[in-house]
Nanobody
Framework: QVQLVESGGGLVQAGGSLRLSCAAS????????MAWFRQAPGKERDFVAA???????????YYTDSVKGRFTISRDAAKHTVDLQMNSLKPEDTAVYYC???????????????????WGKGTLVTVSS
C-alpha cells in the first residue's frame, strides 16, 4: 500500500515557476515508478512526467512533449518524495496536478490513468496571463 500527498500548488503568473512535491508513505515506495498527471477543467487527466524506480544506477525520466525543457521530475529515495519543478509556466498549464505510482520498474509506454496503482488527491496550479 502506498499513500501519496501532493503539495506546492498555487497561483503564479505566466513565465513563473512552481515546485510541486509528492510525499509517499509505504515500505514499497522505492519499487514503484512515479508520475505526475494533470487535469484541466472539463478535460481528461493527462500524463505529464514519469521517473523510474530507485533501485537502478540512474533514474530514467519521460515527459509529455508540451512540458519538455520546462518541467523536471525528480525523486529522493531517502525522503520518499517525488518533485516536479515547473518553469516558464503558461496559462495552459493550469490544472489540478496529481501524483501517481505504478508498479513497474520503468517504462516509456503505458502512462495512462487506468494503468496507475495509486493516486494522490491533487494540488491546484493556476497560471495567470
Amino acid at each position: 500500500q502506498v499513500q501519496l500527498v501532493e503539495s506546492g500548488g498555487g497561483l503564479v503568473q505566466a513565465g513563473g515557476s512552481l515546485r510541486l512535491s509528492c510525499a509517499a508513505s509505504g515500505r514499497t515506495f522505492n519499487s514503484y515508478a512515479m508520475a505526475w498527471f494533470r487535469q484541466a477543467p472539463g478535460k481528461e487527466r493527462d500524463f505529464v512526467a514519469a521517473i523510474s524506480w530507485t533501485g537502478g544506477h540512474t533514474y530514467y525520466t519521460y515527459y509529455t512533449d508540451s512540458v519538455k525543457g520546462r518541467f523536471t521530475i525528480s525523486r529522493d529515495a531517502a525522503k520518499h518524495t517525488v518533485d516536479l519543478q515547473m518553469n516558464s509556466l503558461k496559462p495552459e498549464d493550469t490544472a489540478v496536478y496529481y501524483c501517481a505510482a505504478r508498479a513497474v520498474l520503468w517504462s516509456t509506454t503505458g502512462w495512462v490513468e487506468n494503468a496507475m496503482d495509486y493516486w494522490g488527491k491533487g494540488t491546484l496550479v493556476t497560471v495567470s496571463s
